[in-house]
C-alpha cells in the first residue's frame, strides 16, 4: 500500500483493517438518549437484557424507562440535574440510566461497594439532587444523606422486574443470604412503586445537546482526591461510532441474522462495560447477560452454560479465574466471536490459556474513564496475541510524549500516552485547576501511563508512572515482572511494587498468591532469573491468599505498598 502524507503523520493508518474506515464515521444521533430509544423502537421485540434467568425486552426497557423518567421529573428533577445510580448488574440498571438521561439529566456513577466517607464525597462533589440504590447498600446512604445534597431517593430490590420470581429473589437475599443490612432512609420510595407513580405522570421529552453532560464517571482516586470525568453526549456517542466501525473486522453489526448475545460480568456503572456492552450492545439490538456477582466463579459459569454468547468483555484477572474453572471449559464457545481485553495489561500466559480453552483470541484495547473509554485496540481480524494495546481508532490521535508532554518521542522510545480525540472528557467536573495538569495545549490528554509506538502505529504499555520501580537508575515495570512470573505453573497471581533499599534506592518485590501450595520463593526467583536481567528479578517475595483488587479487577498495587512492612518502616 503506498503511503499517503496522513499515513506518514498517523503510521497507524497503514496498520488498519481493510474494512475500517480511516476516518471516523459522522454522529447519526443527537443524543445518547436519543440513540438508545432508537435502539429500544428498532428491536423492540427483542430480549435486550437478561439477568438471574428473567430478561427484558427492548420494548420493556423504553416503557419502564419513559415511566421512571416522567416519575423523576414529577419530583422537580430538572435538565441537568445530577442523579446517582449505586447498583451492581441488575435489570433496573439499563432502565434507571435510560430514564435519567431522557429526563436531561446527568448520571453519576457509583460503585456500590463504596465506604460512606466515599460516597459522601462523590454525592457532595457531584451536587446530585437523587439517587438510584440497590437496597443491599442503602445502609451506607443511611450514613451520609443528611450531608449531602440528595433529596430523592429511589430504593431497589434484587427481585424487581423479575415478577413472581422477584419475590423468591428477595427472600432468599434477604432472609437466607442476610445480604441486606438493616436501613432507614425516611421519605424514600421504592423502585417499582415510582414506576406505577410514573406511569400515571406526564413525561415530557427533554432536547439535549451534544455539548450536555451525560456522565460523571468518578476516577478512582489513586492519584488524589477523586475526580469526576464529565463525559458529553458527543464524548459517548463518538465512542460509540468509532467501537462500531473497529467491530467491522470482527464482521459484528447491527445486521448480523441472528441477535447477538453479550456477556456482561464488568459493572455497567464502570466506563468500560457501560460503553462496550450497555451503549454497544443496545445499538447493535444484542442480549446483554448481566452477571452481578462475577466474583462467585461457579456461579458465572454455571449461568454463562445457558448461553450460546458472542461477544465477552473483561479483564485479565477475569479470563485467568475462568481459564482456571474446570467447569468452564464445558461452555458453549462455538458463537463467540470477540474477547475483548481492557482495564489493565492481558498476558501472553492467560491470553494462550483463554485462546486454548475458548478456540477465540483476546484482542486487548485500552482506554480510561477520560476518554469514554476506547482509545485504542487490535485487529480484531488478527488472532494473534500482540502484546501491544494496538492500534489507535478512527479519529484518535495517539502521542508519546516526554516528561512535560510537549515533545513526541522517537518511535521505539518510552514517554507517556496522550491521546486526543472526540471521546477525550469535557474536564473534570468543577476542578479547572486539575483539567488543566493532564491536557496539553494542543488538546491532548496525559493519561499517566508509559508507552511506545512502534513503526507501524502499535501502542506498547509498560506501566503506570507511579507504579515504576527505580532501581540503580534503571527502570523496572511491574507489568514485565508480573508477566514472566504469569508463566511458571505454580503461580496464580502476582503483582510487583517497590521497596526501599539501601544499595540500589528501590528494590522489586513481588507479591504472589500460589496455584501450587508447595511452591517455594527460591522456586520463583530461579524462574524470574531465567527471563529477566538481575536488576529486573525481585529481591523479596512475599506469599499472599489474595491480591487487593479494585471492583473492577484491577490489582490495587499502591495498597500492598502502603500495607508493606519494608515500606512503612522506611517511612519511620
Known sequence: MMQTPAMQARPWLAS????????????????????????????????????????????????????????????????????ALMMPNILQYPVALLAVLRAGCTIVNVNPLYTPRELEHQLRDSGAEAIIILENFAHTLQQVQGKTPVKHVIVASMGDLMGMKGHIVNFVVRKVKKLVPAWDLPGHISFNAALRAGGQAQFSPVETGLNDIAFLQYTGGTTGVSKGAALSNSNILSNAVQTEAWLKAARIDADNPEPLTFMCP???????????NLVMGMRLGAMNVLIPNPRDIPAFVAEMAKHRFNVFPGLNT???????????????????????????????????????????????????????????ANRFDVPEYTGTIGLPIPGTDVAIRDEDGTTDMPLGEVGEICIRGPQVMTGYWQR???????????GFFRSGDMGMMDARGFVKI???????????????YPNEVEEVAATHPGVLESAAIGVPDAHSGEAVKLYVVRKDPALTEDEIKAHLRKSLTAYKCPKYIAFKDALPKTNVGKILHRELRDADPMVIAAKG
Open 432 to 442: 479547572p485547576e486539575e483539567t488543566a495538569k493532564v491536557m496539553t495545549s494542543d
Open 16 to 83: 488498519y483493517p481493510p474494512m475500517v474506515p480511516q476516518a471516523m464515521p459522522p454522529l447519526t444521533h443527537a443524543s445518547l438518549a436519543a440513540l438508545l430509544v432508537d435502539a429500544c423502537e428498532r428491536f423492540a421485540a427483542r430480549s435486550a437484557f437478561s439477568c438471574m434467568g428473567k430478561a427484558l425486552s427492548f420494548a420493556e426497557i423504553l416503557a419502564s424507562s419513559r415511566a421512571l423518567a416522567a416519575h423523576l421529573q414529577s419530583r422537580g428533577l430538572k435538565k441537568g440535574a445530577r442523579v
Open 462 to 476: 509498560v506501566d503506570r508512572k507511579k507504579n515504576m520501580i527505580l532501581v540503580s537508575g534503571f527502570n523496572v
Open 318 to 376: 477475569l479470563f485467568n479465574a475462568l481459564a482456571s474453572n474446570p467447569d468452564f471449559a464445558k461452555c458453549d464457545f462455538s458463537g463467540l466471536k470477540l474477547t475483548f481485553g481492557g482495564g489493565m495489561a492481558v498476558q501472553r500466559p492467560i491470553a494462550e490459556k483463554w485462546r486454548a480453552v475458548t478456540g477465540c483470541a483476546i484482542h486487548e484495547g485500552y482506554g480510561l474513564s477520560e476518554t469514554s473509554p476506547v482509545a485504542t
Open 266 to 276: 464488568l459493572p455497567l456503572y464502570h466506563i468500560f462495560a457501560l460503553t462496550v
